[in-house]
């Protein structure tokens, strides 16, 4: 019998064909009774215990094994075995090769880990020490330099494996590692490890949840990246997030949780938070109570919370961003409770949800209400919206949390690596953990993803551990005998090839009619013959896929919902529009997915990715990232599935072992080589073992391995790399370590040596150089003891006759002054005399030489007259004589034919001679005809030109071609720079013709030479060609030889070229002569100033040329253009020359859409003559050449521009309508037709010929029509680019209709879009490193100091129709941009910038539609690296005034901000930065308002700091408060009320208007600084009350208790605003009572009575003014509604204050005659007596006695006119109180009526200036009264104020009261 059979003995016994462990327990019989290590007991008979059944168990199997590969017996059975041994002996790690195998015990062991096991495992080589995740660890860290390679490890296993630990383990040792390598410098510090550990528990937080297996499971992949340097020290990390589980969010499977940070929120916050947000129990949230499990005995998440909050304090995170996560957290919360109910679709249930809501999430609560239950489409152009059924507005709140997680997820996740954020200067060891494989009772959408992204990874395992390493053995020719194992790559075929099953999920989620069983019987016709592919048997909802790990079935029940993004672009644009900068900052990056509109109207929607499209792509970037480096694997391994310790289920392990590929790995690692080298880099490591070998490098790399290994068995070579195993690659390291040992000990020995020897030297040096100084100390201190008694005998010496020497000289020296004086008097008086007399003999002999040059010039013109004359006559004489000789020759030869043949030859001679001097005559007469002729031709054809002109400009109103351009006009004098230029979009039809040259040019009757450029489709032509900076006309001072030309002002033409020379010349034509030069680089200085206006200096060496300008505009530009060519770099004079090319320096500029014609001449005399014809010009050239003449009259042909040819579209509308020039008054009736392209205008209703003209329409087009129509017909303007133009039809109604209609084609039509615009897009668009590179290349965004063509953004064309705006003056849009941005430019030159900045701000409140265009011309013209420009300081002082008052649009806000952010980042210590940090501060806080900032405002924005507001109250007291910009006037009751300390009283306090008497209350949400720049407006204009000032006045508003304590503040008010309605007589009293009040208020502010006091002014304490007020106190804004303050100045308001401010002199005016008054006065004076001894206490009560005693005390009167019958007296007060309104006539003090609210059904204004109040019964009293606005807002807040109280005190408030009608 074999001895393994004996009793006692180890075998493997095979039970239903699978190895399992067991004894040997008995052999009797023949029958061999068995047990197994797992329980199982079993018998065979002896004959049956073959090898098959029965095998022994080999030594390695009994004791176990720290690597598998080693183990002899190799089947799984040994494997599970080994793993099982290990783990009951606590030992959990074990190791196949390189790969760890991690069971988790699920208890702490002590001693397995802490700094000590690291110091075991450091520098330890792998299978040195026992299996240890340190042992990976340490051996990833030193792979990096072993390798030179970047290293990754993945961690991988089912959920509840311990993955997350493993994570935390390898990464604290990485830490340490780290720490070690820079020693004691590092401690203390900050290092990106520590912090990357303690970002931990804010990731689990937020990316961990409980689910079925797992307490604390990851549910997103996280794979963090450490970068070390060269030391081995971390200088930085990322955490790269992937396949956030979001659908957790808002739903989760029975007995699992949502994420932990919603329970540990719940549990953890304190008191002030949970009030703040309104937490509740988490049970009480949608979100949190689905599954049934909200709490977890081990799950504390109280203290989870706090470790989170300590986590984020650690990583840097402000209190900011952590309130601002929670807030979101906790809006999440709250927004999963919103209900929906069916009513005419999706309801809110409960509004006061989601009001909340939108106050955690800073949203508009209607625009919330609207995102989530109802949907918006746009269809040709038209929004619809549609409402939502429940179940999709539960689906849009579900996708609205998910995103809100997944983004702000994704933002703590940033910020964590800012924070961690290092340089990537070496190589990067990466750690990924992702969740494990999952397989559910029932498996869902999100069990698919998980499973989906482990096979890829299972992929990868396979990939690096089977398929690549046979493939490497069979490429090298090793030795090798094939493995089989298990390949997935069908699997992952399934799933993701094309038509796997993730492309038909996302085609059935795009089809609008797709189900989930649609979606499930496609998969089975697709998939059912795949061997992968599992269809059940019983026809269902479930389908399964054989994944590696095992067989999984899903359920396909609401797959394609969670497949579908649900989320809305509504959604998405509420979320952008919040107010929270964080959760704008969350979703400023992420993109509508609306539809594109293109040209024609048609729609090109883009195809929204699916969630499971979004998870594929998220997987293939990890698995792109994993292929960068070398990886390293740990298997964690599960033990049971209950998570308890010390138990293990074997066939859980086993099941994980055989699907993870445990097997064939052993088998690979044991028979493979997985450490291989080429043979240069192994003999270049372990050359110190390689000492005397040479040659072949395959041969010295084996006797290298030959000398550890003669057998062979652990290395083989291959063709050029040698194979180990790890073995024997530990003992070469062992043994290379040990050599090299040695030899660092003998250098260290000699280094040793010779350092010592140097400290020795260097000390015997230093104690030499010690003794050496010692005794020079000595001696120089015995020295300066004896040197000093010296001194000071010395010094008492010399004193004494200093002081004695000094009187001498200082009484010396007075003398002295006195006769300097003396005689600078008397040659001061010398030298003025002597300049006014030089002064007075300047002037005598200029005029001397001006009368002298006066006359010579005179004489030389008479000379030359009478020499022209002399030489006319000369000349006639000389004519007349020629002829006269001719006449006398022709006779004589007649003659002398007549006379004698004989002389015929000599007669013949004669007459040829004649003939040949006729036919020359003839000749030259013929030319005088021909130019005769020649010129008379010319001129008629410059008469033909100008009578065409005229008659263009007749017909002007007929042209055939009226309107042809889209885009804005560029028609202007001025213009940018030619970069800026290039980026101007030029009209389609224009190409970007270049062409330059010099043209002859007519100007008046001369020509001139003029250099012309064609560029951008502007035609230029300038003095000389543009190669200067600048170049213009000035005058200079001097040029001349002689005293009288030296003190002259010369005209003269300068030049500034790039080389910083100044040049003047005595013409500016081309060949002009050159005068002189003025060297700029070596001026001195350049004077702004000079003698005479308009001047400036030049100082150079030696001299200072003084020079006169045109304007002061030109002067200031001088100036500028030469302090910069003084002071700038050679590129910044490149730049601004190449500036210098712009329309801006031009004589004239022509822009090609307004040429009508171009074309030659056609004259004889000037052959290369041509035209150039405009609406209002007819100009002349003449080029050099026919050939330039051709070239340019092509490039200037006109062309017909228009963006798409109109044709003949379907007419929209059409009829007859008047056109009216506005230019000439003159009215044509034309038929208009209107298409989708613009309008066409016909002579007649026949359409098929050519229209006589068009008017194209583009977005920016605009069209208005009358408010009112006008006698017959009424007319509109249509605005187009190049002008306007107004139409007039038969009937209002036509009018209407034909606006409409005009409107809807505008709407129709693209939008245009600005280069800026496009710019400021693709910056938000462009990654970091992108941006520099637009600025570089578009000058456009940045800093010139050159005026505009056009502005930044597209405006509306034509003139702003508003009053406000007609009132003052404003031109077009087009105009105000480019004249703000001529102001922005000119802010250098002006002294107080407070002005300018008025009028642009002013402008912006005035055109509301600038304000975009401003700030882009001001974050233009702060983009600029030249800081200390004052010109900068300037525009960022706009910028600061423009931020504090109002905001752009939220596109430009953004770009302001990045702007902001930009600069402060590549600026931070420049004073203009302060700026930038002022205006982001101010944008946070900016509200609305309607007017811009006072002068005081400006100052203080100008300066950065707070405004100062004075608030005035009764008794002359004042406080001052700092407020800024957007402060309100209920922030500053606030404060008031808490500084007084009245916050809890019940009555109301608030701030007034007040001037004088007038009155009136402030709103509590008005801006105080808005008041303030009313009052300065009002100040400006005299608006005033008897010449007092507006100030602020804080007083009660509504009196709700007038019974307080008499010894309060709050007393003190009442009885000082008591006092105030007594003396302006709005307190209703007798004569003895009013008495008795005013003595009262002496003894109160003087005391007793003294003899002989007396009442100085009456009007103090009595009322002597009783005379009506309304006309005095009528309200300032007559066109308001009952919301708002005080707004505008009403009509007649100015000058009914204006006159209230005149003295009224008229007697019969006055308030009394005078014996009453002192009959008064004396009256008083009794009362006062009798006070005598009263305190001011008792004075001030007694006097709120008599007030109280009045019933209607606390009413506020108003005085109104009764006018609506004769039931009351006309002149009434109207008194609102806390009870009733009433009715008073004015002085009673009984009401005529009173109503209390419950009476009063509504109240308002029907009308300006009347009150009417409706009660029940249908009792109407109507009321006039300017102070209709107060009467309504004390009204309501008296109502409110009695339902409030009725609430609290559980009254039931009536009906009326409590919902008042306004009218």
Known sequence: ??????????????????????????????????????????????????????????????????????????????????????????????????????????????????????????????????????????????????????????ISGESGAGKTESTKFILGYLSELSQQSVGESAKGTARVETAILQSSPILEALGNAKTVYNNNSSRFGKFIQLQFNEKGFIEGGRIADYLLEKNRVVRQNPAERNYHIFYALLCGADEEMRQKFQLLDPGRYHYLNQSGCVGDPSIDDAADFERVKAGMLTMQFSEENINDVFQVLAGILHLGNIQFVTAGGAQIEARKIVQFVAHLLSLDVYQLEDALTKRMMVMRGEEITTPLDVHQAADSRDSMAMALYATTFRWVLKKINSRIHGNESFRFIGVLDIFGFENFTVNRFEQFNINFANEKLQEYFNKHIFSLEQHEYNKEGIQWVEIDWVDNTECLDLIEKKLGILDLLDEESRFPKGTDQTFLTKLHSAHAGNSYYVKPRVSGTTFGIKHYAGEVMYDTVGLLDKNRDTFRDDILNALKESRSDFIYDLFEHMEPSTSDQKRGGRSRAKKKMTVSSQFKDSLHSLMSTLSQANPYFVRCIKPNGSKVSNKFEPDLVMSQLRYSGMMETVRIRRAGFPVRRLFADFIFRYRVLARGLGGDPRDVA????????????????????????????????????????????????????????????????????????????????????????????????????????????????????????????????????????????????????????????????????????????????????????????????????????????????????????????????????????????????????????????????????????????????????????????????????????????????????????????????????????????????????????????????????????????????????????????????????????????????????????????????????????????????????????????????????????????????????????????VLQFIADTTGDMNAWVSALQPTVFSDTAMGPSAAIEKGWLIKESVSKKLRTKRYFVLNDQGLDYYKSTDT???????????????????????????????????????????????????????????????????????????????????????????????????????????????????????????????????????????????????????????????????????????????????????????????????????????????????????????????????????????????RPRDYPPSREEIIACLGRRELTAVVHCFGGGTCKISINSSTTAGEVVHKLSLGIGVMDSKNRFALFEQCGELSKAIEDRAVIADILAKFERYEAHGINEGGKRWRLFFKLFCFLDVNVSHDSLEAGFMFEQAYNDVIQGRFPAQTQALVRLAALRIQHDVSDYKSGAWIPNLETVYPVKKKDKAGREEDLDKGFTLKGTLRGLGKGTLRKLKNSNMDNDDPNQKLADEAELQAIKVSITDQWKKLKGMSREVAQQQYMDVIRNWKGYGSTLFDVDYKQDNRYPKELWLAVNNRNVALYKRGDLEPIVAYPYEQILSFGAPVANTYKLIMEGNIVVSVETPKVLEVAKLMKAYINAIVKERRNSQMPPTAAAAAPTRR
């Open 702 to 1177: 084996g006797s290298v391995a030959k000398q550890f290994d003669e057998s062979g068995t652990h290395w083989q070579l291959g063709k050029t790399k040698i194979f180990l195993r790890e073995n024997l690659e530990t003992l070469l390291e062992k043994e290379r370590e040990k050599q090299l040992d040695a030899v660092a000990r003998i250098i260290q020995a000699w280094m040793i040596g010779f350092l010592t020897r140097k400290r020795y030297l260097k000390t015997k040096q230093r104690i030499v150089v010690l003794q050496k100084v010692y005794r020079g100390h000595f001696y120089r201190k015995r020295y300066l003891e004896t040197r000093r008694a010296i001194i000071v005998f010395q010094k008492f010496a010399r004193g004494w006759s200093a002081r004695k020497l000094y009187q001498q000289l200082l009484e010396e020296r007075r003398l002295e002054e006195e006769r300097l004086r003396e005689e600078e008097r008397r040659r001061e008086e010398e030298r003025q005399r002597e300049l006014e007399r030089l002064e007075e003999e300047r002037k005598t002999q200029e005029l001397e030489e001006m009368k002298a040059r006066l006359a010579e010039e005179e004489r030389q013109k008479k000379a030359a007259l009478e020499l022209k004359k002399r030489k006319a006559e000369e000349e006639s004489k000389k004519a007349v004589a020629k002829a006269k000789e001719i006449e006398r020759y022709r006779k004589r030869q007649e003659e002398q034919e007549r006379e004698a043949r004989e002389r015929a030859e000599e007669s013949i001679r004669m007459a040829e001679e004649a003939a040949r001097a006729a036919a020359e005559e003839a000749e030259r007469l013929a030319q005088e005809e021909t130019a005769r002729l020649e010129a008379e031709a010319e001129q008629a054809a410059i008469s033909q030109i100008a009578e065409l002109d005229s008659a263009l400009r007749a017909a002007e109103e007929d042209s055939d071609e009226e309107e042809g351009e889209v885009l804005p006009s560029t028609l202007s004098v001025s213009g940018t720079g030619m970069e800026e230029r290039r980026m101007s979009e030029l009209p389609p039809g224009v190409e970007d013709k270049t062409i330059e040259g010099y043209l002859t040019m007519k100007a008046g009757s001369k020509w001139k030479r003029r250099w012309c450029v064609l560029k951008f489709g502007t035609f230029m032509y300038f003095r000389a060609k543009q190669d200067f900076v600048r170049a213009g006309w000035m005058e200079k001072k001097g040029g001349g030889t002689g005293t009288l030309s030296r003190r002259n002002w010369k005209k003269r033409f300068f030049v500034l070229r790039d080389d910083r020379k100044l040049s003047y010349y005595e013409k500016d034509e081309e060949g002009a002569k050159l005068l002189g030069v003025i060297n700029i680089a070596e001026a001195k200085d350049i004077l702004e100033h000079g003698p005479k206006a308009n001047s400036l200096g030049i100082e150079v060496i030696g001299r200072t040329y003084h020079i006169i300008a045109e304007s002061e505009e030109d002067c200031r530009g001088w100036v500028s253009v030469l302090k910069k060519m003084q002071l700038s770099s050679d590129d910044e004079v490149k730049r601004m020359k190449n500036d210098s090319m712009n329309p801006r320096n031009a004589v004239g500029t022509l822009d090609l859409p307004n040429i009508e014609s171009c074309a030659p001449l056609g004259s004889t005399s000037k052959p290369t003559s041509f035209t150039i014809i405009t609406t209002d010009r």
């Open 1 to 154: 019998m074999a001895a393994y059979l004996e009793p006692g003995s180890r075998v493997w016994l095979a039970i239903d064909g699978q190895w399992e462990p067991a004894i040997t327990e008995s052999n009797r019989a023949g029958q061999i009774a068995f047990k197994t290590e797992y329980g199982k007991s079993a018998s065979r008979k002896a004959e049956e215990c073959t090898r098959d059944v029965v095998t022994p168990m080999h030594e390695t199997s009994v004791v176990g094994v720290d690597d598998m590969a080693t183990l002899s017996d190799l089947h799984e059975a040994a494997i599970l075995f080994n793993i099982r041994n290990r783990y009951n002996d606590d030992r959990i790690y074990t190791f196949i090769g390189s790969i760890l195998a991690a069971v988790n015990p699920y208890k702490s062991i002590d001693g397995l880990y802490g700094k000590a096991m690291m110091e075991e495992y450091n520098r330890r080589h792998l299978g040195e020490k026992p299996p240890h995740v340190y042992a990976i660890a340490n051996e990833v860290y030193y792979s990096l330099w072993r390798m030179l390679d970047n290293q990754c490890v993945l």
């Open 1248 to 1486: 098929s010929v050519p229209p006589v003209g068009q008017i194209l329409l583009n977005s920016l087009c605009t069209v208005y029509q009358p408010d009112e129509p006008t006698g017959k017909d009424t007319g509109f303007v249509v605005n187009s680019r190049r002008r306007f133009y107004k139409l007039t039809a038969k009937s209002h109604s036509d009018a209407q209709r034909w606006v409409q209609s005009i409107l809807d084609v505008i709407d129709s039509r693209p939008p245009i879009i600005t280069p800026t615009e496009k710019l400021i897009d693709d910056i938000k668009d462009a990654k970091s490193n992108e941006i520099n590179a637009i600025y570089r290349i578009n000058p456009i965004l940045c800093y010139t100091s050159n005026q505009l063509k056009s502005s930044l953004l597209p405006l509306p064309y034509g003139n702003v129709q508003s009053p406000k705006a007609k009132s003052r003056g404003y031109g077009t849009l087009q105009e105000e941009a480019l004249r703000i941005f001529n102001s922005l430019q000119d802010q250098e030159s002006v002294g107080d910038p407070i002005p300018v900045i008025q009028g642009i701000l002013q402008t912006c409140f005035d055109l509301p539609q600038l304000r975009n265009e401003v700030y882009c011309q001001l974050i233009k013209q702060t983009n600029t690296t030249q800081q200390d420009s004052i010109a900068v300081l300037r525009n960022w002082q706009v910028l600061a005034c423009m931020c504090s008052s109002f905001l752009p649009a939220r596109k430009f806000l953004r770009y302001l901000r990045f702007h902001l952010k930009r600069f402060q980042e590549l600026f931070p210590h420049t004073e203009m930065v302060k700026f930038s940090n002022f205006c982001t501060e101010a944008i946070k806080r900016t």
